[in-house]
């Protein structure tokens, strides 16, 4: 089969596009922590603080990248002691940059083979070949960018290239490469400029692709609010329809990713903004939205600061530069504000989502893009939110303050929770779809095509077999899904059909490639819910900002409306680790032991908080308690004394004091007093967190129970400390609550006993009638009383009935090996 000069399949783009992401991302965990140790003084290179070596160090980098062994042995004597150790221990750092060198050199090869095929990109049609080219010039750009921050990365390589010469008698093979790269890239941005000049045609293509993205997922919170966006129940009779978009992968793709696309790519052929409006409005729309972006973990780049030096020296910029300008003002004065927003907008949404789904699991089939864009979307924002907060460039913080942004984070935990609990749901539903319809539909559209190519025929012919043999017994079974060599196919066929020669264009058929899109979606419901997540709703970024994230962590505490996310934070530490690298895998055993210790640290603080509060509580109590002691009452008696006699008694205008128990006597159902308010704190920290956890094992209580029942009641005892009916209430309702999903059980148990005794106490009130009547006026006389108890009949069978009744409760409950045991709860309420 005939492809012209240079053919796709031998080229191989895809699976070179897909490595060298892989290895980039690889490269830039190495050189950042290079550039964190480098930055540290307890775990700087030794070599370069030692003061016997600081002039040979100082010499070797005013003379990089020369090499002048010859006529320097007074400034080079102590570094010739020192040799072995140099290359021993310098080694790890003087590889990472020529394996920098060698991945510039693969990149740069594997551009000039791209602009060669005239490789057409659409990122709303060949989506994973157009999103995997924009990561590599970005992944490349900003490792250059890290390379050039490291300050002693002259003083590394020269000092073991030294070494490495007094040993062997000459330099190592990589150094004159490396050295001039190092002198090449001091201002790396401007030599990639340069660098980018034969690649402005396909990087700028790819770039004006996101016009039909982009723009509809930068909106302001007012805008979702009015589309009703990410809600299930705006439009109820629509609620089981699949969510649909002929743009599946670009709905929840990272606007964070777009954002560094948009600016780093047009940086780099920055022509392309004199002559196209497209790209001015998505160059100045970025420019617009935050004042820096993350280059890799912590590290940032100031985008106004950074795009007018490079353009303030290139003639005829002065238009692009007042843009700049503008653009800087008019985020520094609204991007903060448009965020605050939006976290607003999303904390919202997210509740009704989580809601939604947890109480109608079901609808995680047809509205799992809700579930994916709803994470993306809070993702980014807070990501905005973290990192603007550390970089702050205007007076007014009040922006870059969320005392709510635990509560975002909780329904970001939920959400995926309900995604890892419901999993065979969805697979169950996708399954379906893929043999269902999409094979249907892609076999159609397969052969309703004019032109199609051998190799292009067996891949989709493949697409449709493998869909059409799914069957939802394989998900019954347990059997493991694995759709990644699709994926791959898939992503080769793009790369197959984008070239400018191909015999089957995918420019030309752009609706097959909108499904392809939408059915690879689908297969990840499937066989990749984890990675989903972890694509969507990664926050392992605050392992690397870990005073703002306890900072965080106390706001939420201290704040009792927010106390209830708190295990969110905790959650949070899972996280951390999908930040490591194989290529860096030194640095899994130190992010490991972050995640430890914060974690630890952040659940001791929960129990501190309850341990706080209940004794709060037990003191007011004690309080309470302390008011019905017999010394207390000399001075009632007393002033009820003087009052008989008529004698004056204390200072005139002394307020009476008040009689224990008056604080429970309530004139307002809003009032609420200290007690309540400890009690509410205690509820609302530790229920909320065992609500979290347990999933669908508690059952729901609404927070007006208290303003409604709670402070209704009277003391929290008698004098005697015998329970109120009141006190006997609220411990029966804690005790459903512990019940949570057996309450059914225990209720309908609980009604037949209820009704019994009731009929019971009836038959012996009306057979006791005249007897209780006399009793009922007789409460003054003790002896009376006494006699008429006597005259009562029945009383031993009331008692003996009450206690058989109520003392035991048998409630049978799950084991976790699906056995049932039977647990038997115990309480006496009083007769």
């Known amino acids: ?144 960018i890290i390379l050039s921050r490291i300050e002693e990365r002259k003083a590394i390589i020269g000092l073991y290239n030294y070494a490495h010469e007094m040993t062997h008698g000459a330099s190592d093979r990589e150094y004159p490469r490396l050295g001039q790269m190092i002198v090449d890239y001091e201002n790396p941005l401007k030599k990639m400029m340069e660098e980018f000049v034969p690649h402005g045609k396909s990087l700028s293509d790819a770039l004006i692709s996101l016009q039909m993205v982009y723009p509809r997922r930068n909106l302001s919170a007012d805008q979702w ?148 864009m709803a994470l993306s979307f809070a993702r980014d924002e807070i990501i905005w939110l973290l990192r603007h907060a550390d970089n702050i460039q205007k007076k007014s913080t009040d922006d870059f303050i969320d005392k709510h942004i635990a509560e975002l984070i909780f329904y970001m935990e939920e959400l995926r929770a309900h995604v890892r609990k419901y999993g065979p749901v969805m697979q169950r539903y996708y399954v379906q779809y893929l043999s269902g319809f999409d094979a249907v539909v892609l076999n159609e559209l397969v052969q309703n095509l004019s032109v199609c190519p051998e190799d292009e025929s067996i891949i989709m012919s493949s697409f449709v077999n493998t869909m059409t043999s799914l069957s939802v017994k394989q998900v019954e079974d347990g059997e493991v899904f694995d759709f990644r060599g699709m994926r791959l196919d898939w992503f080769r066929l793009q790369a197959y059909t984008s070239v400018s020669k191909a015999s089957l264009g995918i420019a030309d058929h752009k609706e097959l490639g909108k499904m392809m899109n939408t059915i690879i979606f689908h ?10 997540l972890v694509e969507t709703s990664d926050l392992s970024i605050f392992c690397l900002y870990s005073r703002a994230f306890e900072k965080m962590f106390q706001q939420c505490l201290e704040l009792p409306s927010q106390s209830r996310h708190s295990i969110c934070f905790p959650l949070l530490c899972t996280h951390f680790m999908s930040c490591t690298h194989e290529l860096c895998p030194e ?166 006993h209820i009704s019994s005794q009731v009929a019971e106490l009836k038959k012996l009130v009306v057979e006791n009638m005249e007897v209780l009547t006399q009793m009922r006026t007789s409460f003054d006389k003790p002896d009376h009383m006494a006699a008429l108890f006597k005259k009562l009949t029945s009383v031993d069978s009331v008692l003996k009935e009450n206690d058989h009744h109520w003392s035991h409760f048998v409630l049978p409950l799950p084991c976790s090996g699906g056995s049932e045991r039977c647990v038997i709860l115990s309480h006496s309420f009083p007769g």
């Open 1 to 144: 089969m005939s492809r012209g000069v240079i053919q796709p399949s031998q080229q191989k783009l895809a699976e070179k596009l897909t490595i060298l992401n892989d290895r980039g991302i690889g490269m830039l965990t190495r050189v950042y922590n290079i550039k964190k140790a480098c930055g540290d003084p307890k775990a700087k290179p030794s070599y370069l603080v030692d003061k016997n070596l600081e002039s040979a160090v100082k010499f070797i980098v005013r003379k990089f990248p020369a090499v002048e062994t010859r006529n320097n042995n007074q400034q080079l004597a102590q570094l010739q002691k020192e040799k072995s150790e140099i290359l021993k221990n310098l080694a790890l750092y003087y590889f990472t940059f020529v394996d920098v060198m060698e991945f510039k050199d693969h990149v740069c090869e594997l551009l000039n083979t791209i602009d060669a095929c005239q490789v057409f990109f659409d990122i709303t049609v060949n989506f994973d070949l157009t999103k995997n080219y924009l990561d590599l010039v970005v992944t490349y750009t900003t490792l250059m």
């Open 225 to 372: 609010r009015n589309a009703q966006l990410l809600s299930l129940i705006s439009a109820p009779s629509t609620m089981l329809n699949p969510a649909q978009s002929d743009t599946m992968p670009c709905e929840y793709l990272s606007l964070d990713t777009m954002e560094k696309w948009i600016v780093f790519g047009f940086i780099l052929c920055h022509a392309v903004l004199n002559s196209d409006a497209a790209a001015l409005s998505l160059w100045k729309l970025a420019l617009q939205s935050s004042t820096c972006l993350c280059l890799f973990r912590d590290e940032v780049f100031h985008i106004h600061k950074a795009a007018e030096d490079l353009f303030v020296n290139i003639r005829g910029y002065n238009k692009r530069i007042n843009d700049i300008r503008e653009c800087k003002e008019q985020a520094l004065s609204h991007a903060g504000s448009m965020h605050r927003e939006r976290r607003k907008f999303l904390r919202s949404a997210l509740k009704e989502l989580a809601t939604v789904l947890a109480d109608q699991p079901g609808l995680l089939g047809p509205k799992a893009l809700f579930v994916f």
């Open 523 to 532: 297969t990840k419901m499937v066989d990749s819910l984890v990675e989903m």
């Open 587 to 752: 640095e899994r055993h130190h992010i490991g032991d972050r995640s430890l210790s914060l974690c630890n640290m952040f659940l001791d603080e929960i129990a501190k908080q309850a341990r706080n509060l209940i004794t709060d509580i037990c003191t007011e109590q004690c309080t309470l308690s302390d008011q019905l002691l017999p010394k207390h009452c000399a001075k009632t008696i007393s002033q009820a004394v003087n009052k008989k006699s008529k004698k004056a008694t204390g200072k005139k205008g002394e307020p009476e004091r008040e009689k224990p128990g008056v604080e429970s006597m309530r004139k307002n159902r809003l009032l609420v007093t200290n007690l309540d308010k400890l009690h509410i704190n205690i509820r609302t920290l530790l229920l909320h967190q065992l609500r979290s956890q347990l999933g669908e094992n508690y059952v729901t209580i609404d927070i007006t129970w208290f303003n409604n029942v709670l402070l209704q009641q009277t003391a929290p005892g008698t004098a005697t400390g015998t329970h109120h009916h009141q006190s006997v209430y609220k411990l029966r309702c804690s005790l459903s609550e512990l019940l949570g999903p057996y309450h059914e059980i225990p209720s309908e148990s609980l009604m037949w």
